[in-house]
Each structure stands twice: as structure tokens, then as C-alpha cells.
């Protein structure tokens, strides 16, 4: 715990210079339209649970960040040419992306869901997914026809016109649809997948160029799961404990 | 007499006996040494108490606070996973049924509630009989999830008591270590206490208390009296200052013996061992002023061996001799202790009979003459050679002493005048006209 410690007092050193003396601001990637992680809110507010988390890790690492949206497909091409600092977005953390960024520690675990009409097996209709999200690579994979779309909402409402006739989505997401009015008529049911592919350990993803800010990172992630701070936000925003 | 003056022995260098010495530079280095490896030591141990308590806090810290937070989000999501059975057990419509469904199934799908056997099992369970429950038309069993929903909160109950237990364990095993490292801090201290002591002790057996034996030796040492016996110190510094000063009392020694002999030389007549005339005026002079001081009565007397010379001349200088030590040893054999007698030069010897009158030195000097009588001189060839001294004494009380040893000269020479082997005493008052005849 020490050394552990004795890193991130060194990161800290090292940041230090970047946030105060050049009152350099952190950019930090962040998803739009995508309830309840991170969507606008009826003041026009950035808000959701990952921007919410992206600000209590900024005040528990005492630096200023500055949220900016980006498309899901973006956002690890954007974190690894270090055009953000670091990417609050939920991502799974899968080979091909720790070959490109950081990866934080997880900070929850996840799962996909298929929504489709009842008795429609998974893969079994054209699906709705969000482009640059395993879901996404996992369908162009196993040959599902599919319609790659930007935002998660965009899904829902591709779904409830009838573009779509099933969604691959993720956990949280999953959960807001579901909620959606606009697809009660429709009567979807839910397949719970836990592919590996599909399913797993969520991660914050991390300029490479940047291991102090990882270090910084990862301790502000135990800090704001030890302070209550990141079960506070999950009841805002999700109606179960995120582990 | 010189053999009889000599001082006394010196006790041996090593009267201390032989035992092995270490400089004082060594015996610091190998203490120091020790001091060192026990403080490495006990420091040694401490920081292995340290690290455990440290290893106590950190497993504390990284893994029980996080493991009891997760199993408290895990009794969280018990719980919603019972109101979410509640919900779809009592919704009204398809929709809020079918959105309590969705989140009963995310919930008993959710990878943190696959960690736990017992809510991995109780969470299929509750998702079966709930996904039953749904999808059959009419009234719920109501009491079968009342059972569900008692077993949720009872579980939930647990996993929230376990995490308070883990972190309870935890601090039970770090206040021990605590408590074991302040046992083994009071047993360092205890060390440490004994080192120093056992430190302060052989400083002082060792070095201490040698050099206040040789400060006492320092403080009295004299050459005149034997030198105190020295312990031998095992410290090879101490025993070299003690060597030392056996040596520096050994020359003090011989200076005294140099001394003693010198001033032998210097106050005593070498053939008769008697005091020689400078010695035997100073000696005369301090009894002069003593009995000056104390109005006692004192005489003073000279003798002249009879017919020296022709002795000499007859006999040769060693019978000459013969006669001057024979004489010397009868006055010593017959005087009293108080009483001085010099040579006075060649065959003429002083005297000075203090807290005594004229009259009793007349006696004292007739008694000196029988004794030289009864003690003749033998001769190479046997025979005896009678040897007679004549006396002149003069009372010296409140006189000076030159005065007096005129008046005793003067009488001296009338008792030669008298025919030889006399004594003759000038009284004050007639000491030129009539010297009183023995």
C-alpha cells in the first residue's frame, strides 16, 4: 500500500504541473444520448452516471476537467491519439482495446441484453446497435444483420419506428430502454447475454502517453467506492447496486 | 649503614597476577559492535511488528473495506431484487410488470450475484418462481414469495452482518499486532537497559575504577615507602600507565637511595661514622636553641685522643684508624640517646649532653674514659694497645655555642696540660682561672 501510495504522490507531482502552473484543464471524453450513463438533461446539463462519476474521480484527484462528447465509435481512437486525457465511458475491456489505451480498473461489471420480439432468438432479427460498442463488433462478427446507429437513443428510437426490430444493448442501457414508453407497445422480451464478448469488466480507458494519470485514476476510483460517493451516484441513476 | 637505610621493597610489576589485556580501542569497537547488533536487531524486530501492522492496515484497507462494500451492494441488490418481486407480483399492468421483470432478471443475472453461492441460488430461484409467477394467469402465490421475500431480506441481513464481521476480524488482528509490537517495544527497552548496564558496569570495573586506583596511587606516591599494590587492569592502557608508575616509583626509589647516601656523605665521617663537625654543629646549634628556648640545662664537651700522632707514627695510619673507630663505637655504646658527639677534625671530638649539668657530663665523660680503657686496641702482633682520651666540658646553658666550645676547648687543653686521660670542666666563672679537675 506504500509503494502504492508513494506512486500516486509521484503522479500527483507529475500532474501537478499540468493542471496548476499551466492550468492545464483535463479533456475528458463522455458519450451524449446515452441514458442513464451519460445523456443531457431537461436544463441542457451534461449528466448521467459516468459524467457524474468523471466529476467526483476529477474533485477526488483535485484537478479540473472539462467533459466533452464524442461518439461511441470515437472515443477509443480518440483517447489513444491523446486527444482526451481519459474517456468516462463505460468500456469493456477487451484485448484490442488495452492494446490501444489505458485501462482503469473496473469500476463495475456488465452485461449485454437482446431485445426482440418474444420467440425471436438472438441474432434472429435485423438489430439495432450503437456503432464502436462490442455489441456492434459482436453481431458484425457472427454475421447478425444488424444497423449500426450513433447513440443509444438513437436505437430506442429506431426501435420504436420500426427501423429496427431488436437491440443489442448493454446492461444499463438496457435498463433505460426497457423504461422507455415509446417501445411498451411493442411487447419486446429480453435475453440476458453473457458472452464473454459481451460481458464483463467495465473500465475507464486512459491516454497511453499518460500512466500517472492511471495511477491518479485508479486510486480516485477506490476513494469515491470507499466514501459513498459512487453508490450515491448509482441511486441516482440506476435502480440496482452496480458492483 | 647505607644497608640499613635501604628502603623499602617495591611489590612486582605483575603482583596482580597474569591475565590477558585488550586495548581499550578493541573493547570499545567489540561493545559498540554488540550495542550495534542488538540496535539492528531490536530495530530489525520492531519493523517486522511494523510491517505487520502496516500489512494488517493495508489488507484492511485494500481488501476488507472494498470486500464489506461490495457485500453491502450485494444486500442492496437483494433487497431491490425483492421489491422488484414485490413489483411484479402486484403490478398493475403488463408494462410496469414486464419493467419489474427486466430488472429481477438483470439483477439475478448480474456477475456480482453469481460471486456469492448462496445468492447466485437464491437469486435463480426468486427469478424462476417470479418469471412463473408472470407468465401464469390468476392470483400469485403469495405466501410461497412471502417465504422468497423473507429469505432475500434474512440473506441480505447476513451478507451486510459478514462484512462488519470480516472488518471486526481485521481490527482484532491488527490491535494484537499492535499489542505485540508494544510487548516486544517494552522488551527492547528492556535491552536496551540491560546493554547499558551491563555497559556502565565494565566501564566502570574496567576503567573507572583503574584510574581512581591510580589517582590514589598518583596522590601519595613517594619514593620513600613502598608503592601501594596496583590492580593489574585487564584494559592494556591502563595496565601500561600502571606499568608506568612502577617504573616512575622505581627512580624515586633509587633518587631517595642516591639522596640518602649523599647526604651520608655530606654529614658523616666516613671512617667513624660519626657525624662530621659542620653536621655536628647544626645538630649542636638545634639544641643549643632548644634548651635556650626552654631554659633547660645543657653542656658541651671535647675530646682529644692522648698521644695520637705518636700512635700513628708508631703503629702506621691503619692502627691510627683502629683507635678513632674503637673510640667512635665505645662513645656510641655509652652515650644516651640524647646525647651527640661529633668529629670534630683528626683525633678531636665534640660533644653536646643536652638536659644535663656540668656536673653529670663530668660523670658521663669519666664514664667514656674507663669504657675506652676497658676497650685496648689489638695490635697486628697481639698486644694490646691501651687508648686514653682527655675531656674538656663546659656548661653552655644560656652561652652560645661557640662560646661554649671555646670554654670546653680551653678546658680540653688544661686536662692535657693535666697530664692526659682526664676530663676537666670550666665553670663559667672560673672557666679561664681554675677548670674543675676529674
Known amino acids: 500500500m506504500i509503494s502504492r501510495h508513494l506512486f500516486v504522490a509521484l503522479a500527483s507531482l507529475m500532474l501537478a504541473p499540468l493542471t496548476h502552473a499551466a492550468e492545464r484543464v483535463l479533456r475528458v471524453a463522455v458519450l451524449n444520448h446515452s441514458p442513464p450513463m451519460s445523456y443531457t438533461d431537461e436544463t441542457g446539463a451534461l449528466t448521467g452516471f459516468n459524467v457524474e462519476i468523471m466529476r467526483a474521480l476529477c474533485d477526488v484527484m483535485a484537478v479540473r476537467c472539462m467533459p466533452v462528447p464524442v461518439s461511441l465509435d470515437r472515443v477509443v481512437d480518440a483517447v489513444a491519439e491523446g486527444e482526451f486525457d481519459f474517456a468516462a465511458v463505460s468500456l469493456l475491456a477487451t484485448p484490442e482495446r488495452r492494446a490501444r489505451v489505458l485501462m482503469s480498473k473496473p469500476y463495475y461489471r456488465s452485461l449485454s441484453v437482446w431485445f426482440a420480439r418474444p420467440g425471436v432468438v438472438p441474432g434472429g432479427a435485423l438489430a439495432g446497435v450503437v456503432r464502436g460498442g462490442v455489441q456492434a463488433r459482436y453481431i458484425q462478427a457472427n454475421g447478425w444483420r444488424s444497423v449500426a446507429l450513433d447513440t443509444h437513443a438513437e436505437v430506442v428510437t429506431a426501435l420504436a419506428q420500426g427501423k429496427v426490430e431488436a437491440a443489442l444493448l448493454p446492461m444499463s442501457t438496457a435498463v433505460a430502454l426497457q423504461q422507455d414508453v415509446r417501445i411498451h407497445h411493442l411487447g419486446l422480451a429480453t435475453t440476458l447475454l453473457r458472452d464473454p464478448q459481451l460481458a464483463g469488466d467495465v473500465c475507464l480507458s486512459v491516454n497511453p502517453r499518460s500512466p500517472e494519470l492511471l495511477a491518479l485514476l485508479n486510486d480516485a476510483i477506490d476513494r469515491v467506492k470507499r466514501d459513498g460517493r459512487f453508490d450515491r451516484i448509482n441511486s441516482r441513476f440506476i435502480p440496482f447496486r452496480l458492483q | ?438
Not at chain 2, 664514664?367 to 680503657?373: E, F, T
Request: avoid cysteine.
Open chain 2, 1 to 438: 649503614m647505607i644497608q640499613d637505610e635501604r628502603l623499602p621493597a617495591a611489590p612486582s610489576a605483575e603482583a596482580g597476577g597474569t591475565v590477558g589485556r585488550w586495548p581499550a580501542g578493541t573493547v570499545l569497537a567489540v561493545l559498540g559492535g554488540v550495542f550495534a547488533l542488538i540496535a539492528v536487531s531490536l530495530v530489525a524486530l520492531l519493523a517486522v511488528d511494523q510491517r505487520l501492522v502496516t500489512e494488517a492496515a493495508t489488507r484492511l484497507h485494500d481488501e476488507t473495506v472494498p470486500w464489506t462494500l461490495e457485500r453491502q451492494r450485494l444486500a442492496r441488490n437483494l433487497e431491490e431484487l425483492r421489491m422488484g418481486g414485490q413489483r411484479v407480483l402486484t403490478a398493475s399492468d403488463p408494462p410496469t410488470r414486464s419493467d419489474a421483470l427486466f430488472v429481477v432478471r438483470i439483477l439475478a443475472a448480474h456477475p456480482g450475484m453469481g460471486e456469492d453461492p448462496r445468492t447466485a441460488e437464491l437469486a435463480a430461484e426468486v427469478e424462476g418462481f417470479l418469471v412463473k409467477s408472470a407468465a401464469t394467469e390468476g392470483a400469485p402465490d403469495m405466501k410461497a414469495w412471502d417465504v422468497y421475500s423473507r429469505r432475500l431480506r434474512l440473506l441480505a441481513d447476513d451478507l451486510s452482518v459478514e462484512g462488519g464481521q470480516r472488518v471486526s476480524a481485521e481490527l482484532d488482528r491488527m490491535s494484537e499486532a499492535v499489542e505485540q509490537t508494544r510487548y516486544k517495544l517494552l522488551l527492547n527497552v528492556l535491552l536496551v537497559g540491560v546493554f547499558l548496564a551491563s555497559f556502565l558496569f565494565i566501564l566502570r570495573r574496567y576503567l573507572i575504577q583503574p584510574l581512581q586506583r591510580i589517582h590514589a596511587v598518583l596522590v601519595s606516591l613517594d619514593g620513600r615507602e613502598p608503592l601501594p599494590l596496583l590492580s593489574s587492569s585487564s584494559m592494556a592502557e591502563i595496565h601500561a600507565v600502571e606499568e608506568a608508575i612502577m617504573r616512575f616509583h622505581a627512580t624515586l626509589r633509587e633518587n631517595e637511595e642516591v639522596r640518602l647516601k649523599l647526604e651520608r656523605l655530606a654529614t658523616t665521617d666516613g671512617l667513624t661514622g660519626l657525624p662530621n663537625r659542620r653536621h655536628f654543629l647544626g645538630l649542636a646549634s638545634d639544641e643549643m636553641a632548644r634548651a635556650r628556648r626552654y631554659g633547660r640545662p645543657i653542656t658541651v664537651g671535647i675530646a682529644d685522643l692522648d698521644h695520637f700522632k705518636q700512635v700513628n707514627d708508631r703503629f702506621g695510619h691503619g692502627v691510627g684508624d683502629q683507635v678513632l673507630q674503637r673510640f667512635a663505637s665505645v662513645v656510641l655504646e655509652t652515650l644516651r640517646e640524647t646525647d651527640r658527639v661529633g668529629r670534630f677534625g683528626g683525633e678531636e671530638f665534640a660533644f653536646i649532653f643536652p638536659e644535663t649539668l656540668p656536673d653529670e657530663a663530668l660523670q658521663l665523660a669519666g664514664r667514656l674514659r674507663q669504657r675506652l680503657g676497658e676497650s685496648p686496641v689489638a695490635l697486628p702482633d697481639g698486644t694490646l694497645l691501651a687508648v686514653t682520651a682527655s675531656f674538656g666540658l663546659a656548661d653552655a646553658t644560656g652561652q652560645r655555642l661557640e662560646e661554649s666550645l671555646a670554654q670546653a676547648d680551653a678546658a680540653l687543653y688544661e686536662a692535657k696540660g693535666g697530664g692526659r686521660d682526664r676530663s676537666v670542666l670550666a665553670t663559667r666563672a672560673e672557666a679561664e682561672a681554675s677548670p674543675q679537675r676529674v
